[in-house]
């Protein structure tokens, strides 16, 4: 279905106005069914996003700075998202032993199985929104979209 139809537009959009709004759009649908996901495991998009990136780590602690820059939502309150992670079990957090004023941050076994029975959700969700376009497409589309938010 067409933006204009979705908005239920009825004056002329600017092509670039459409692209905005359709990316924006696509966000916000894909961002809806990811948060369903997420729901019934009490976490939030960004709570995951911390879990992913201390699994990356396999097994290192990452601090609070190399958290953030590895967030996809820089704006995070990333203290306060470890803080949440702390009390449901998922991760860990020490003081650094050659910088008593860094903390360390490690995912839990318990962390690890959370993100174990989430993988294949979350795998499937991507496929749902990837299932009309061929490995070509979705490749000349991550293009255009790194392109596009090169400003």
Not at 92 to 117: A, P, S, Y
């Amino acid at each position: 279905m067409k933006i204009e139809e979705i908005i239920k537009s009825n004056s002329p959009i600017s092509i670039e106005k459409r692209t905005v709004l359709n990316i924006m759009f696509t966000q916000n649908v894909i961002a809806d069914a990811f948060n369903e996901i997420l729901k019934s495991f009490d976490l939030s998009v960004e709570q995951f996003n911390v879990l992913r990136i201390l699994r990356g780590q396999k097994g290192k602690p990452a601090n609070m700075c190399v958290i953030q820059e590895r967030m996809i939502a820089k704006t995070s309150n990333t203290t306060r998202l470890v803080d949440k992670l702390l009390l449901k079990g998922l991760v860990n957090r020490e003081v650094c032993e050659q910088n008593r004023r860094k903390m360390e941050i490690t995912i839990t076994e318990k962390g690890l199985k959370l993100l174990t029975e989430l993988d294949p959700k979350i795998e499937a969700h991507e496929k749902l929104f990837s299932f009309n376009l061929s490995p070509e497409e979705l490749e000349n589309l991550n293009n255009l979209l790194e392109k596009y938010r090169t400003i």
